[in-house]
Structure formats: C-alpha cells, structure tokens
C-alpha cells in the first residue's frame, strides 16, 4: 500500500523548478506480473512516471506507457502527508502500444506518497518531494514624462523609485511609460493614466498640474466618460446627479454623461441641498434638509457647485413669520431671506398668523385722573388694547374711546 514506501526499491526523489519546465520525478518501471491458470509468468511493460509542472498550471501529473499488446487496468493513489492513507486516487485503462497522461490538478510543496499499481503489483511506489521555488522576476523600468518619475515594474507591484532607489540599482535606463491624457468635456482639468498593463487596479493615475501638463510637451487630451478621483453624489433637493473631479469642477450630469461612466454609484446626501421659496428668487444651500437649517447663497457658489435644481416651496421647517408689537408690518426670517414682506408674497405662503414680538408688560393700574387729555388717555388706551384689552379700565360703554368724561 502507500505505507509500503520503496517495496519496489524506489527512494525519495526531489523536484526543483528551473524556469517553467515540468520534471519528471520518479520515472520508475517495472514488469507486470499476470498469474495464469497454469502459473506461466507473462511480461507487459508498463511503466509509470509523476510529472511535477511547478508553472501556471500547477498540476500534479501521472504518466502510464504501456508497450505491451494488452491493456492494462492501472490504479493511482496519493498520500499527501505520508500518512499512510491515500487523500485521493484514479485509476486508468493504459491500451496497448500507447501513453496515457492523468493529471490531478492539485499540487502544494511538500512530501507525496504516490503509488501506481494494477492487480496488486507494484509499478511504481515512491516518496516525491516536491519544491517549486518561484520564478524571480525581472522588473522592467518606466518613466512618466510629466513628473520625471522612474518607475520598476514587475507582475507583483508597481513602485516610484526614489532617486537613491534608482541610484542603488545602477541607474537602470527607463522608457517613456504608456501614458494617455483624459479630460471630461466640461471642465479644464487634465489627467494622466500610466498603464501598466490592462487590469484597472495597475493603472497609475495623476492630475496634472500646469507645470506638468508642459513638461509633457502639452498632449492635446481625449474626452473620456470617467476619470479616477471623480466624486458621485445626489443632493436631497433634487434627482439630478453631480460629479466633481480631480480639479474640484462640479458638474450636473446629463443621461449620457452618467451612461459615459458606466453608471457611476452616487452618494445620496440625504440632509443637505439647495432650496428656493416659491415667492422669492434667492437660493439657499440647507445643511439639515429635514430642519430648514441653513443660508442664503450667491450666484458665484451656485456656479460653482453646478447650477443645481433647488427645491421649490412655500415656506420651510423652521421658518418664522412675524410683526412688531405695534406694527402692522409682517416679516419672513428663513434660510433664504430675512425681510419685510408684501401683502402677495404674505398671501403666497397661506397668510399664516404672525408671531407678534415685543409685547410690553402689563402695566400699574391707572385711571383718568392720571392723564392730562383725553388724547392722552386715548394713545395709552390704543397702545395696551392689543395684548391686554381695556387694561385700565378707561372705556366704560366699550365703544374704544378712553376717558369720555374729558368732554363733559
């Protein structure tokens, strides 16, 4: 069995990696012995050999020849930890005159028991160290022109070298590294993209400076649908999508734009956006959509932020409408304006009750006697009548006017 290590005088063999080539380990034969009824002894050659491919493939490989006119039912088992018992098998029927591959698809370093047999004799039955040491790699070196970065590449990273990193490795001579510059339709900013091969996660990207775009040789840059760094996000105000790139440009997308980039996820900033009252044409970026907290902002930062679609309402939570105690004039105080405001705009918002700030306290009590005229008597009358009434208690028939006795 797998435990019978060398019964047929096989020893350990040991498989080093030399490049990429699979080596044979363990090409071993012997003769099949077949008992016949009369005991006569027949000889098949059929021998057997594991081929270790330490390459991509990293496949665990048996091959069975079989010279002679029979074939030949042949099984393979594999103790992967010398344990005596076998992990996994298979068997195969070796035909006549011909070679037969069968290929495990597992291989890990380490010791294998791999025994070959048909009809309880061995063909072959050896220990195969296996010891695939990893191919060093030669790197290859690049330089981006817009910085004058040298760069070593290798299948395994990608690393800008220092100048002393360059100086220690004697000055390896780069070449001009595969660069593309991008820009979107809609703004000045440019981008270089270094491709160090075609998988995105090896794709170096820089926004350029003005200094760098030159030093480049100024490349006239190509339109593209998205630049890495670009920011995706949605306010709360509205569905429109924005996108701000590396230059910090922001930009409401249209369809196709959005479609450019492949559908780009968006961050929704669920609290914030941009309001406008129905009444009144200033605009407002709230940074707590759901309280109304927020302030007015002017044509330049609406510019820049993209010309986004402000929410448009009647009023907004939080919001106050008011009057001076006295006064009949009605103000608005919100996070567009704070202002006097017309009987249509009053009326535009629903004519809601206004607050009524600065009402005095109740004054000392009081009688005719204490005023010197009537017209007197009268302007305090009017003044206290709206918050306390006939506080004191100058008009008797209740017709509003203070201190009729002043006419007698």
């Known amino acids: 069995m797998l435990g019978e290590r060398g019964r047929s005088g096989g020893k350990a063999s040991r498989v080093a990696r030399t490049g990429m080539t699979a080596l044979v380990v363990g090409a071993m034969g012997s003769a099949l012995l077949t008992n016949t009824a009369n005991a006569a002894v027949v000889e098949a050659p059929v021998t057997a050999a594991v081929v270790v491919d330490c390459g991509a493939a990293q496949n665990f490989v ?12 042949v099984l393979i088992d594999v103790d992967s930890d010398l ?62 022109s817009y910085d004058g970065t040298v760069w070593q590449v290798s299948a395994s990273a990608i690393v800008p070298l220092s100048f002393e990193e360059w100086q220690e490795l004697g000055f390896p001579s780069p070449t001009a590294a595969p660069t593309d510059y991008v820009r979107y339709a809609w ?30 040789g100024n490349p006239g840059p190509r339109l593209a649908g998205w630049i890495e760094g670009s920011t995706y996000y949605q306010w709360a105000s509205s569905d429109q999508i924005f996108v701000q ?5 922001k930009h409401a997308l249209t369809y196709e734009e959005w479609a450019a980039s492949d559908f780009r996820p968006f961050d929704r900033r669920a609290d914030q956006g941009f ?5 009144d044409n200033n605009i407002a970026f709230l940074t707590d959509f759901s309280a109304g907290a927020g302030a007015p902002i002017d ?27 006295g006064d009949a004039t009605i ?3 919100g996070p567009t304006v704070n202002r006097p405001i ?67």
């Open 62 to 73: 048996v091959q069975i020849q079989n010279a002679g006119s029979d074939t030949v039912e």
């Open 187 to 216: 703004s000045p900013s440019i981008s270089a993209v270094t491709f160090f091969g075609p998988d995105p996660s090896r794709w170096v990207w820089k926004h350029l400076t003005l200094g760098e775009w030159t030093r480049a």
């Open 299 to 325: 044509y330049a930062r609406w510019s820049n932020e993209g010309f986004p679609n402000p929410s448009v309402q009647a009023r907004f939570p939080g919001d106050q409408v008011y009057r001076q105690y």
């Open 275 to 279: 309001v406008k009252l129905s009444w």
């Open 83 to 144: 344990d005596g018992a076998p992990d996994f098998g298979d068997g195969v029927l070796a035909e006549p005159n011909a070679s037969t591959e069968l290929g495990f698809g597992y291989r890990a370093d380490g010791d294998y028991g791999v025994r070959i047999y048909s009809t309880g004799i061995d063909i072959l039955n050896e220990t195969v160290v296996v010891d695939c040491e990893p191919e060093a790699e030669t790197p290859a070196y690049f330089v981006t």
């Open 245 to 249: 790139d590396v230059g910090g440009v």
């Open 331 to 333: 103000w608005y105080a």
């Open 342 to 408: 017309s009987l249509a705009e009053w009326t535009a918002m629903g004519r809601p009750a206004p607050d009524v700030r600065g009402i005095p306290p109740r004054p000392a009590d009081k009688d005719c006697g204490n005023f010197g005229s009537q017209a007197e008597a009268q302007a305090e009358f009017n003044f206290y009548f709206p918050a306390y009434g006939d506080v004191y208690g100058l008009d008797g028939d209740g017709d509003g006017i203070a201190c009729e006795s002043y006419f007698d």
